[in-house]
């Protein structure tokens, strides 16, 4: 909700919008707040260990394991666990190095990530599964 009052408060708003054109006397969206309450929540609840290994044994496949623990472990977007390559795992060395879904220029940007033992497990199983 408060992307789209974002959205139309420009529309409507005195910088480009309806209201600098003279097509309306006010902004209607001026009043409207485009703050999320969190009710006191600040970010992910934390899962503990044993929901986190849980939540990856239930996974149907070695490849939707190693998609949840990239989230999970190496706080990789959802688009990023699909561009991952088994080139881009450095085994044995803790880091995992990350190609961006964004594309500045035409070049896509790298970035290294920690990688946890336990995220190095699981893609491991995936490696010798034969996923790709």
């Known amino acids: 909700v408060a992307k789209h009052i974002r959205s139309l408060s ?19 969206f001026d009043r409207e707040s485009t703050h999320v309450a969190m009710d006191g929540v600040k970010g992910h609840p934390d899962l503990t260990n044993e929901q986190i290994t849980a939540l990856i044994d239930a996974c149907p496949s070695s490849t939707w394991r190693s998609t949840v623990a990239l ?12 561009i991952v390559q088994w080139d881009d795992v ?3 060395n803790g880091k995992l190095l990350v ?9 896509s940007r790298q970035r290294p990530v920690k990688m ?5 497990q699981v893609l491991l199983e995936g490696f010798e599964a034969g996923d790709s």
């Open 10 to 28: 420009g529309m409507f708003g005195k910088r480009h919008g309806a209201l600098k054109l003279d097509l309306i006397p006010f902004n209607p």
């Open 71 to 82: 989230c999970i472990y190496a706080g990789l977007r959802i688009g990023e666990t699909f």
């Open 90 to 92: 450095a085994w044995g």
């Open 99 to 107: 190609t961006s879904e964004k594309q500045t220029g035409g070049k």
């Open 116 to 120: 946890e033992q336990e995220l190095e």
